[in-house]
């Protein structure tokens, strides 16, 4: 196949790519920049080198949300948020995690199909409610995590791991999923 039929079909095939596509991929772009952005603005100093891996990554996860390059991002980002961020809970770090779920959420979607395949709306809708409860759960496990580490509560850890759990539940649930499912 030449170069000129390959740009052809990646024509036509975008041109065949649906709304489902564009809202995860959509979605992934924003949140990566969200999770590059946030973590440089923030008081900590961040690595050089972060922003710029990660601006490729994100091209390469919005383009090949299927591929190694969303989970490369999601190492990338929080190596340097792991370097050098506070250990205290703080609204940038609150965000950068929220940022990453949102990836990793939207990838998981997106690489599920090829760009070109139609995906009804309800795929989308199924998609969007475990998401959603997922965004809002996480940071309600954060935020108990750090009341409970810092009042330094007898079995704060077992505390942390139930809500991890309980959160990981209710996603597997609003998921549509079932215990008996297999």
């Known amino acids: 196949m030449s170069g000129a039929d390959r740009i052809s079909q990646w024509l036509a095939q975008l041109q065949a790519t649906n709304v489902a596509t564009w809202v995860a991929r959509s979605a992934i772009a924003v949140a990566g920049l969200v999770a590059l952005i946030v973590p440089g603005l923030a008081p900590w100093d961040q690595m050089d080198a972060i922003p710029v891996a990660g601006a490729f990554l994100l091209v ?3 383009l ?3 591929s190694l390059a969303p989970l490369l991002f999601l190492i990338v ?8 961020a506070p250990s205290d809970l703080t609204l940038p770090l609150v965000l950068t995690g929220i940022a990453l ?3 990793h959420l939207a990838s998981a979607f997106a690489g ?3 760009s070109y395949a139609v995906v009804s709306r309800e795929a989308l809708r199924k ?3 475990p998401a959603t409860v997922a965004m809002v759960l996480g940071p309600v496990v954060a935020i108990a995590a750090g009341v409970v580490r810092g009042a330094e509560v007898q079995g704060s850890l077992f505390v942390t791991v139930a809500a991890l759990v309980a959160a990981t539940g209710a996603i597997w649930f609003a998921a549509g999923q079932s215990v008996g499912d297999r």
């Open 60 to 62: 390469a996860c919005v």
């Open 64 to 66: 090949l949300p299927d």
């Open 77 to 84: 980002v929080c190596l340097g948020w792991l370097m050098r």
């Open 101 to 103: 779920l949102v990836v």
């Open 112 to 114: 599920q199909v090829p």
């Open 127 to 129: 998609w969007l409610l």
